[in-house]
């Protein structure tokens, strides 16, 4: 026998929604006893999008078995809800942000790496590898490949929406809130390890005549010993940051 329940989602979950189911409510039939996390997942969205669902009003956890008639509204991670005494299906946001990235989006984790973000990427990690990590070191993975949110162990991940390097720069600030943690100089693009302060005098013998002359403030990675100084490429990323964060000032973030 087919039962019938009423589901409406909210926020950016919309985005993996098709137009006509987006921010309205609509009905969807089901047979036999599915979880809430089953039939939530196959209307196409991915478990770890979501906070906190509710069933009739009350919060319930992704094992709820839906029921006939029953109305649901599912809210995505990080919305502020002003709620009190409900589940939320997360487990305690992680302190900070450090990010493993698929391979798709190596300019994002340059840019993550010159503000300063523990971030891991390599073009070679496949899925398996991607999760074991964001699961041993407790990393958000961060992915434009939605079959790689829905896989069961994944706990903590993020859908990537836009597509230009940028732009998802601005979006991964904005979503995790982490403007306040921009600390440039502090890793190294190539590598990913920390960077330290360098005297000018021992590193000289590996710099270009024009770097010697025109510069004295130096970083030398402890990883793989690339040297970085505050150029051209520097007031380049000040001047990006500084554009992010007027952006941020004008939408009254
Ligand atoms: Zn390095």
């Known amino acids: 026998m087919l039962k019938q329940a009423t589901f409406r989602f909210y926020e950016e979950l919309n985005d993996f929604l098709p137009l006509d189911k ?51 509204s599912v809210y995505p991670v990080f919305e502020t809800l002003g709620i009190n005494n409900v589940t939320h299906l997360r487990a305690q946001p992680l302190r900070v942000s450090t990010f493993i990235l698929d391979v798709h989006l190596g300019k994002l ?15 070679d990690n496949d899925d398996p590898e991607i999760i074991r990590i964001s699961l041993e070191e407790h990393r958000i993975i961060l992915t434009r490949d939605i079959g790689l949110l829905k896989v069961k162990s994944v706990t903590h991940a993020y859908f990537v929406r836009e597509q230009h390097p940028k732009r998802q720069l601005e979006e991964v600030l ?10 440039p100089f502090n890793r190294c693009i190539k590598c990913n390890g920390h960077l330290e302060p360098v005297e000018k005098e021992k590193i000289i013998q590996h710099l270009e005549p024009l770097t010697i002359k025109y510069f004295n403030v130096f970083f030398q ?11 051209s490429h520097y007031e380049h990323m000040l001047e990006f940051i500084q554009t992010i964060q007027q952006e941020v000032i004008g939408t009254g973030l």
């Open 22 to 72: 987006k921010k309205v409510d609509f009905v969807r039939l089901f047979s036999g006893n599915p979880s809430i996390k089953d039939i939530v997942e196959a209307i196409g969205i991915p478990h770890v999008e979501i906070d906190l669902i509710l069933v009739n009003g009350s919060s319930v956890d992704f094992k709820y078995i839906l029921q006939d008639n029953d109305r649901v």
């Open 109 to 123: 984790a340059n840019y993550l790496r010159m503000l300063g973000f523990d971030t891991l990427y390599r073009n």
């Open 174 to 183: 904005k979503h995790f809130d982490l403007y306040k943690d921009i600390s």
């Open 221 to 231: 990675c402890k990883n793989c010993r690339s040297i970085f100084w505050e150029g």
